[in-house]
């Protein structure tokens, strides 16, 4: 996935924490972008639902979670480990 904010504008959002919290998207904005924590127990979770990486997965190898977002959504870090968050606001 290519994260830009080139020609079509937009805001680079760098998000890192290890609880509650990350971003909110603000409203009639949108965000593209990517997801992920340096735990086993997941990358973390969007409008207060954790994510949880599938069981019997191994320790540090998951790739990015792709996340799409609208005004109002929020993002929230794992309780485990630190969760880490890089889009594009538009």
Do not use: C, R
Request: overall charge positive.
């Amino acid at each position: 996935m290519a994260l830009s904010s080139g020609s079509g504008g937009g805001k680079t959002i760098v998000k890192s924490g290890s609880s509650g919290t990350l971003y909110t998207v603000p409203e009639g904005k949108t965000f593209k972008g990517i997801m992920w924590n340096n735990s086993s127990q997941g990358p973390g979770g969007v409008n207060g639902q954790i994510f949880y990486w599938p069981y019997h997965s191994s320790y540090f190898a998951h790739n990015p979670f792709e996340i799409t977002l609208s005004g109002g959504d929020t993002v929230i870090a794992s309780g485990s480990g630190t969760t880490q968050l890089l889009g594009v606001e538009k």
